[in-house]
């Protein structure tokens, strides 16, 4: 019953009209499913695999989901493998047979190890622990707290916008191995394993509102990100991506002081208010600063933010080893 469909055009299909009826908004089917192999060759491109997986009787699909099986440092100079589940989808006929529950737990027999590790991103934390996952260490109560930007209100963003550049989307080379150096450098401290950001997954969630844009006739989105510089030298950086659909601008990564990690949210949020978007700044992409901090930064500017919380939510993970949260750049 159990089937890895990856090869399987039919089933995988299937599989995409079945979640196209849930995740597709405003595109049609043909965009959702152009749209799909356009970030499929992102992340191909940088030798992360995606597969699919399905439960099937009689040719019929019960269940279905994704894997990406992305690079996972564990410091010291060893590697394992995280495996990210994600597209959990049961047709309205199959529901409530306890179909999900077999897919998820199938899933989760065929991957884990003592080394690697399954994580998820989920906003019914209680149904997946069944399965084994649970919510993040750190995270307190079941509350994964976020910065959240509605728009940057009365700042004087002409205030300092002069030390501040946008970046493009062809500009996170050195971004990313800043990054990468960030969380590293976590997991060499031994406060746990950490997903490698790398230009795949940098690329699907940043490419995925230039497709949408181009499907949707949007004007084109060129910030990625922005950096602060004081006398030719870098003081701080933020670089984020897009969920169109959900109306959210994540922050994938950033350094910098809380001072200057709030100058960059209000750019980004003069970005995200264009499109109509909200930004978000997750705990576990803060890297060295407290969220109240930078919230008392930003309410210093002028900015309409505030913090927030998801109740139960993500990110959870089935690991034996300690595990530091992947930040936005991990959203899959």
């Given at each position: 019953m159990f089937r890895d469909i990856t090869n399987n055009k039919q089933l995988v299909q299937e599989s995409l009209r079945h979640s196209f009826s849930h995740w597709g908004h405003a595109l049609t089917f043909e965009q959702y499913v152009a749209e799909g192999e356009?970030?499929?060759k992102i992340l191909a491109d940088d030798n992360l695999t995606v597969r699919n997986f399905a439960l099937?009787?009689?040719?019929?699909?019960?269940?279905?989901?994704?894997?990406?099986?992305?690079?996972?440092?564990?410091?010291?100079?060893?590697?394992?493998?995280?495996n990210g589940v994600a597209s959990v989808f049961v047709p309205d006929e199959c529901r409530r047979k306890g179909y999900a529950e077999l897919l998820i737990n199938s899933v989760v027999n065929k991957?884990?190890?003592?080394?690697?590790?399954?994580?998820?991103?989920?906003?019914v934390a209680d149904y997946y622990s069944r399965c084994g996952f649970r919510l993040l260490d750190g995270v307190k109560n079941k509350v994964h707290p976020t910065v959240f930007v509605n728009s940057p209100g009365s700042a004087d963003i002409s205030s300092f916008s002069s030390s501040?550049?946008?970046?493009?989307?062809?500009?996170?080379t050195d971004i990313i191995e800043l990054h990468r150096k960030q969380v590293f450098a976590l997991a060499d401290a031994g406060e746990g394993n950490v997903i490698v950001p790398n230009a795949g997954s940098y690329g699907q969630l940043q490419n995925r509102i230039l497709i949408e844009e181009e499907y949707l006739n949007m004007s084109p989105t060129t910030e990625f990100g922005a950096v602060v510089k004081e006398d030719g030298e870098l003081k701080a950086w933020m670089s984020w991506g897009f969920l169109l659909s959900y109306k959210k601008l994540i922050?994938?990564?950033?350094?910098?002081?809380?001072?200057?990690?709030?100058?960059?949210?209000?750019?980004?949020?003069?970005?995200a208010s264009r499109i109509g978007l909200h930004v978000h700044l997750f705990e576990t992409t803060l890297v060295g600063n407290k969220l109240e901090d930078v919230l008392a930064e930003l309410k210093k500017l002028g900015a309409d933010a505030e913090l927030?919380?998801?109740?139960?939510s993500w990110p959870m993970v089935i690991s034996e080893h300690k595990w530091v949260g992947a930040g936005g750049y991990g959203w899959y």
């Open positions: 356009k970030i499929g099937v009787a009689n040719d019929k699909l019960l269940a279905s989901c994704e894997v990406l099986e992305r690079p996972l440092y564990c410091g010291g100079g060893k590697y394992a493998v995280d991957y884990r190890s003592s080394e690697n590790q399954l994580s998820l991103w989920s906003d501040i550049s946008f970046l493009g989307i062809n500009d996170m922050v994938m990564g950033t350094s910098g002081s809380s001072s200057d990690i709030a100058k960059l949210l209000i750019m980004a949020s003069s970005v927030k919380g998801r109740e139960g």
